[in-house]
């Protein structure tokens, strides 16, 4: 008898270590099962324990979702605007990103009531030829267009293919800009050579260029015109002159 009960407690202890070793392989191939299909395990605070899983890198580090998914992002804190699309338009919803703020800002260049720059693109220019003052030509700028435009300073004049310009008389300058309303003209008037016959390099300009300034001296104002002369051209010396841009004639030709 005591010897059957030896026997009996040994076949037992064997069965439990059976059954634990079975038990130990079916929870290792459970969890292998879940690392292979990326499930992981519910309980993280055990497999870190066990040393099965280490620590992820963070969805807003790597730009991708935990679930290793890309393109979807990280959730956003609430009231906070999803990031702008490559089209400039916000995915939250009732943002219209940068679609709406470029139309503002283009309203506010191309539709506003503020002046512009009077320029060959916006006027119409003429250049004749006066018999009073002698030897000098008047410069007529009318404004063709829809806007208030703005004659800064002086034009600057090149007759064909002249390599100066010429300068400016310093008692003709206006105490303001000369502003044209739609359909008003603008003058300047132009010693062409000296009277006394004192000028030097006399030369014929058959073609003139009159460029004009922008909103600081010798800047670009926009396009140039080119007025017709007549046929058989405009002579001008070293003693050429140009009026400041004058609210009327009669003080362009200082009469």
């Known amino acids: ?40 395990t519910k309980d993280e605070g055990a497999a870190t324990a066990s040393g099965a899983v280490t620590s992820t890198p963070s969805a807003a580090g790597t730009g991708k979702a935990q679930d290793g998914t890309s393109g979807r992002g990280t959730p956003g804190a609430a009231g906070q605007d999803s990031p702008q699309t490559a089209g400039g338009e916000r995915t939250a919803a009732g943002k219209t990103g940068a679609g709406s703020g470029s139309a503002d800002r283009t309203s506010d260049t191309s539709t506003s009531g503020r002046r512009v720059l009077c320029n060959g693109s916006n006027t119409r220019v003429t250049a004749q030829p006066v018999t009073r003052p002698l030897n000098h030509m008047l410069i007529t700028v009318k404004n063709t267009g829809s806007k208030t435009c703005d004659l800064t300073y002086y034009p600057i004049l090149r007759f064909d293919e002249m390599q100066w310009a010429p300068s400016a008389s310093k008692d003709s300058q206006p105490q303001a800009v000369v502003t044209l309303q739609p359909g008003e003209s603008g003058y300047a008037g132009v010693l062409l050579s000296a009277a006394d016959g ?58």
């Open 198 to 255: 004192s000028g030097e390099g006399g030369d014929t300009g058959h073609r003139l260029t009159v460029a004009f300034q922008g909103l600081t001296p010798n800047s670009d104002g926009g396009a140039s015109a080119v007025p017709s002369l007549p046929a058989k051209g405009v002579y001008y010396d070293s003693s050429l002159t140009v009026t400041w841009w004058q609210q009327t004639m009669a003080d362009a030709l200082g009469s």
């Open 1 to 40: 008898m005591p010897a059957f009960r030896t026997t009996h407690s040994t076949g037992s202890a064997r069965t439990s270590r059976t059954f634990a070793s079975a038990a130990a392989i079916a929870l290792a191939a459970l969890a292998l099962t879940a690392c292979r299909s990326g499930t992981g």
